[in-house]
């Protein structure tokens, strides 16, 4: 549980009941504070960030297929005489691009844009299931915090009628 953690080390922090009458517990429920929280969750959270790389590489490789073929470029040097002698040699340069591509080049283009929805979708997905784990811990914090103030005024309320009980035993006025 990812919570879990934090609602110990904050029960551990607040201590016995003589402690939690001492201080005051404040706790983070400012909706500012909740935003600035889930900013810093999202963006020190390493699967976030590595969801965030792969959505920004499926963008790239859209940018990547462009819109026409490559062009590729090419050369060649035949015959050359004496082994050394380049002037008298033949130089063939070679410019192609494939024109019929047969629909590859939209298929590319469709596939890498599913990619990229694909992606959106993932990193959308892990930022709500990170958000609401979050959320729950924050949850259980209020919870372990509330129980602890209310076990501490009932610990107060006990105390002070163990006082009022030792008066009146005192006294003799109350019996077993």
Do not use: C, K
Not at 43 to 71: D, F, S, Y
Not at 72 to 89: C, H, K, M, R
Not at 110 to 136: C, F, K, M, N, P
Request: glycine share 8%; no cysteine; net charge positive.
């Amino acid at each position: 549980m990812p919570g879990g953690a934090a609602l110990a080390s904050l029960l551990l922090s607040l201590g016995t009941a003589d402690t939690l009458r001492a201080q005051e517990i404040v706790l983070p429920l400012d909706p500012a504070v909740v935003r600035s929280l889930t900013r810093a969750l999202q963006t020190a959270n390493p699967e976030l960030a590595a969801r965030r790389a792969a959505l920004q590489a499926a963008e790239t490789r859209v940018a990547a297929v462009g819109w026409a073929p490559p062009l590729t470029l090419s050369g060649e040097i035949d015959d050359v005489p004496n082994g050394t002698d380049v002037g008298g040699a033949g130089v063939r340069i070679v410019l192609e691009r494939e024109f019929l591509t047969g629909g590859r080049r939209a298929a590319a283009r469709s596939l890498a844009h599913a990619d990229v929805r694909a992606a959106q979708a993932t990193l959308y997905a892990a930022e709500r299931r990170i958000l609401a784990q979050s959320s729950g811990a924050i949850l259980q914090i209020v919870h372990g915090a509330t129980v602890a103030r209310r076990l501490a005024a009932e610990d107060s309320l006990l105390q002070a009628a163990e006082v009022s009980v030792r008066g009146r035993f005192s006294v003799g006025e109350a019996r077993y």
